[in-house]
Antibody
Framework: EVQLLESGGGLVQPGESLRLSCAAS????????MTWVRQSPGKGLEWVSS????????HYADSVKGRFTISRDNSKNILYLQMNTLRAEDTAIYYC??????????????WGQGTLVTVSS | EIVMTQSPATLSVSPGERVTLSCRAS??????LAWYQQTPGQAPRVLIY???TRATGIPARFSGSGSGTEFTLSISSLQSEDFAFYYC?????????FGGGTKVQIK
């Protein structure tokens, strides 16, 4: 069974940085695109960033572009999200999700259980 | 950006009833649409992809239809475990976008 385990969340002050990790197992990590999706408290789902499996092409939501960086280490089967200059509106549960198929566009299956990021002074 | 609009925001239904949820795209997404279910405290799980294909392990009471800009998710006979939030997502173009969600609650 595919496993995705996020870590690295916590409480930080506005302007600080945080790096999230997602450890993947039980599938060929290097063969799939990976994604971060977030959910603010009591709100809906917001796609944050994706990285392809082949050429490591990255995509970002406008709300995080220039502040967040997605990356992957295929040798360790880990997905990362480096989050800089954090704002209160970045407070959310951050989910790691696997692209469900190869190709440029995809749905997400499965999802990890998420890690909570709280940005507050 | 393709905007996904779900309606209604909340649906109050009784167990055993049939429900239909709607999702509209601001421009055509062909059949590149997925539906997810999220129960409280849990991560979302995919129900439907390709607008109408059930994901592995999803009961037959869930069905999806539509193409272009109009989509529906139907649950033929609501079970207790189906009371949850439902989200649609287009994967036709970047940025990938979700609808705002529909909450299906017990009447």
């Amino acid at each position: 069974e595919v496993q995705l385990l996020e870590s690295g969340g916590g409480l930080v002050q506005p302007g600080e940085s945080l790096r999230l990790s997602c450890a993947a197992s039980e599938f060929s990590f290097s063969g799939y695109a990976m994604t971060w999706v977030r959910q603010s408290p009591g709100k809906g789902l917001e796609w944050v960033s994706s990285i392809s499996n082949g050429d490591y092409t990255t995509h970002y939501a406008d709300s995080v572009k220039g502040r967040f960086t997605i990356s992957r280490d295929n040798s360790k089967n880990i997905l990362y999200l480096q989050m800089n200059t954090l704002r209160a509106e970045d407070t959310a549960i951050y989910y790691c999700a696997k692209g469900a198929r190869s190709g440029s566009y995809y749905w997400f299956d499965p999802w990890g259980q998420g890690t909570l990021v709280t940005v507050s002074s | 950006e393709i905007v996904m609009t779900q309606s209604p925001a909340t649906l109050s239904v009784s167990p055993g009833e049939r429900v239909t949820l709607s999702c509209r795209a601001s421009q055509s997404v062909s059949s590149n649409l997925a539906w997810y279910q999220q129960t409280p405290g849990q991560a979302p799980r995919v129900l439907i992809y390709g607008a109408s294909t059930r994901a592995t392990g999803i009961p037959a009471r869930f069905s999806g239809s539509g193409s272009g800009t109009e989509f529906t998710l139907s649950i033929s006979s609501l079970q207790s475990e189906d009371f949850a939030f439902y989200y649609c997502q287009q994967y036709y173009n970047w940025p990938l976008t979700f609808g705002g969600g529909t909450k299906v609650q017990i009447k």
